[in-house]
């Protein structure tokens, strides 16, 4: 396994996490994610084999509660914070092609 | 000059309640404090003098009218700036959430405004709970207020230096893998991380999901109580909240345990670790011993992997957590996107600061095809054997006793261009999130610079009951926690003239 990050390596895992990176950027975090997944590499010494993976601390399961129909936050409250909106909707840009409209 | 934002919660509520102090008093001298000293330390993001004045009127007036008090009638609170208040801006110290406003308030801060507290105002974190110094705040680090070119721990750095300098009585933070415990150990005062499942995380910002908690920062271990008195119980808004009762954490508090056992574990002191630290601890430990504890040295062989473990497992949640930030629905979006994908990775990057975005790439390749069996799964199993080890500690000895942090508060910028290092800051704290169990910090002595050094103290889950009364048995006998750093106005740079 590789110990060391290339540019490239970080150019996807940016794509991935939906970051834009300057090449500035993109060398520093090769440097620093190379050097903090070399450290984490030691937990490859260690003996797992027949282990569960623990995801979560205490035995609670499948929590659900009743269901039933409970009140949710206004329209007018859930678009209070959003960046850009047009009436009850959040605004994105364009994602379908021109060519489509009206078809 | 009123001394009246120094007293302790306890105190201070017994005193509004019966009538010798008004809570409108008590509120400006916080306030006052605020002002005169916060330029120099940045522990409050945001403040609320108004809300706050307007809440102690009212305090006044109904025990005037004589109404039943609440735990916390007068007592303020300051809260750490990523748990949601309806009230002002939750922004967890990031443009990205620079002007939110949450549509809902945490369930701790209806408990505690339930129980009467004044929420005086939102502290400084670093970025996201990511960090251990508060020096990757968007908004400019926080300084330490026994020495302000320290730093004063993190994430909850805000919340420990304002409850140190007396800027509030006590406060809310939040502890991923030590946020709580390590900056009240840099700043000298106590600081609970409960167990997992213990206090509900509605309405925390999450950052880890299986391994946040939020806890109380206190000037003493009976404030400390209190307002886990308060927080503490089973929420059906959070899914992971324990479902049992919570216990009665005040009522035999000044009871001293009999018989207890404390755990020594080996691989907590050696290399690394501040000479003075380890002999602060040491003395603790022997304090205990004089008391009638029976010290027992344990072994927890897996403690050398917890860091490992812990930057792929908090990694692997935030980057799942963080998703959500997306320029669309809340938060920080770009100008002039190209297109949708743009308009993600340009909020997005423009929004998060490094370490935020390191961990967060971290995460994503953790979690990414080929990688997740070797790095997450793995991360997991390590997971199990840190638990065990605990487990099998747990049947030689009651608690663990051992530093909180290697070092007393370092320098700013020591070590903020170097990750790693930083990281390392966590080494004695981060096994308690991995385990879930509870640990907390006491004040156990200062370093010959004057700067305070804690004592960690970890037990089983649900056994913070026991780990109160262990802790308050220490500070009765000791008075660190009596000393208090000084505000500028009280600090002449040179000597006057007579």
């Known amino acids: 396994m590789p110990q060391t990050l290339s540019e490239q390596q970080v150019l996807h895992v940016a794509r991935l996490s939906r970051l834009k990176l300057s090449s500035a950027d993109v060398a520093r975090y090769a440097r620093q994610l190379s050097s903090i997944l070399d450290y984490v590499a030691q937990l490859q010494q260690v003996r797992v084999e027949g282990l569960e993976a623990m995801s979560h601390p205490l035995p609670l399961h499948s929590v659900l509660r009743e269901d039933r129909v409970e009140p949710a936050l206004p329209v007018e409250q859930v678009l209070a914070n959003a960046p850009g909106r047009e009436g009850p909707f959040f605004t994105v840009p364009k994602v379908l092609d021109t060519a489509l409209d009206g078809a | ?498």
């Open chain 2, 1 to 498: 000059m009123t001394i009246l934002n120094e007293l302790s919660a306890v105190e201070l509520r017994d005193r509004i309640t019966g009538g010798e102090i008004k809570s409108v008093d008590a509120a400006e001298a916080v306030f006052q404090a605020i002002a005169a000293w916060d330029p120099f330390l940045h522990a409050y993001n945001s403040t609320f003098r108004e809300s706050t004045l307007r809440g102690a009127e009212k305090i006044d007036r109904d025990r005037a009218a004589g109404k039943k008090p609440g735990l916390l009638s007068g007592v303020p609170i300051a809260i750490k700036d990523n748990i949601c208040t309806t009230f002002g801006t939750t922004t967890c110290s990031s443009k990205m959430l620079a002007d939110f406003r949450s549509p809902y308030n945490a369930s701790v801060v209806e408990k505690l405004q339930n129980a009467g507290a004044l929420i005086v105002g939102k502290t400084n974190l670093d970025e996201f709970a990511m960090g251990s110094s508060t020096e990757n705040s968007a908004f400019g680090p926080t300084h330490n207020p026994w020495n302000t070119r320290r730093v004063p721990g993190g994430s909850s750095g805000g919340s420990a230096a304002a409850t140190a300098a007396g800027l509030c009585s006590a406060a809310l933070g939040s502890d991923t893998g030590g946020s709580i415990r390590q900056p009240a150990s840099l700043c000298g005062i106590v600081g609970l991380k409960p167990t997992y499942g213990l206090v509900s995380r509605y309405g925390l910002v999450a950052f880890a999901s299986s391994l946040d908690q939020i806890g109380p920062l206190a000037r003493t271990v009976a404030d400390a109580a209190l307002l886990l008195q308060v927080i503490a119980g089973h929420d059906p808004r959070d899914s992971t909240s324990w479902p049992e009762p919570s216990d009665d954490y005040l009522s035999e508090l000044e009871k001293p345990l009999e018989e207890v056992r404390l755990g020594l574990p080996e691989e907590f002191t050696g290399e690394g670790v501040d000479a003075e630290v380890a002999s602060a601890v040491r003395t603790a430990v022997e304090f205990y011993r004089a008391q009638g504890a029976k010290i027992v040295p344990v072994s927890l062989p897996h403690t050398r992997y917890g860091i490992a473990a812990y930057y792929v497992i908090a990694p692997a949640e935030a980057a799942s957590n963080l998703a959500r930030y997306d320029g669309v629905h809340y938060g920080h979006r770009a100008a002039h996107p190209e297109d949708l994908y743009d308009l993600y990775a340009a909020s997005r990057a423009q929004g998060f600061g490094p370490e935020v975005q390191r961990r967060i790439m971290l995460g994503t390749y953790a979690l990414s095809a080929g990688y997740y069996d070797a790095y997450y799964l793995r991360a997991l199993k390590v997971r199990q054997l840190i638990k065990h080890d605990f487990d099998e500690a747990f049947q030689q000895c009651d608690f663990i006793a051992c530093p909180t942090s290697p070092t007393v508060a370092f320098e700013l910028g020591a070590k903020s261009g170097d990750p790693l290092r930083m990281y390392l800051c966590d080494v004695f704290t981060v096994t308690c999130n991995i385990a879930g169990i509870p640990g907390m910090n006491i004040p156990c002595g200062f370093s010959s610079d004057g700067l305070p050094i804690g004592l960690q103290l970890l037990g089983p889950i649900f056994s913070e009951r026991r780990m109160l009364r262990l802790a308050r048995q220490y500070e009765k006998n000791h008075d660190w926690h009596k000393r208090r750093p000084q505000p500028p106005a009280a600090e002449p740079r040179h000597k006057q003239p007579d």
